[in-house]
């Protein structure tokens, strides 16, 4: 079984920073594309931040120049860096992944979620 774990959520004032992680974990063949989605109190799910396995980025016009993502050298996992943060940034944050499990096919698994609270 494959399953997608994060940290690193919390509360943070208007201007602040925090990091948010995630990690894969089980029977893994390869894992393609990593990103982070978040949805508001009231409002669908968004995407954040994408990243493959060949670097590539993408990112949501709302956080360019304030979030990075990138991924560790096993690629198993992927890190949210969120600088200068707004309260409407305010969320749960949901890691998301395309993974080869061994054994099997492409599956797209999602973490369970991290509260980022951005308010003074």
Known sequence: QVQLVESGGGLVQPGGSLRLS?????????????????????????????????????????????????????ETTVYLQMNTLKPEDTAVYYCNADIWPI????????????????SS
């Open 22 to 74: 995630c990690g894969a974990s089980g029977s893994i063949f390869r894992i393609n594309a990593m990103g982070w989605y978040r949805q508001a109190p009231g409002k669908e799910r968004e995407l954040v931040a994408t990243i493959t396995s060949f670097g590539c980025t993408n990112f949501a016009d709302s956080v360019k120049g304030r979030l990075t993502i990138s991924r560790d050298r096993t």
């Open 103 to 118: 054994g099997g096919s492409n599956i797209e698994v999602w973490g369970q979620g991290t509260l980022v609270t951005v």
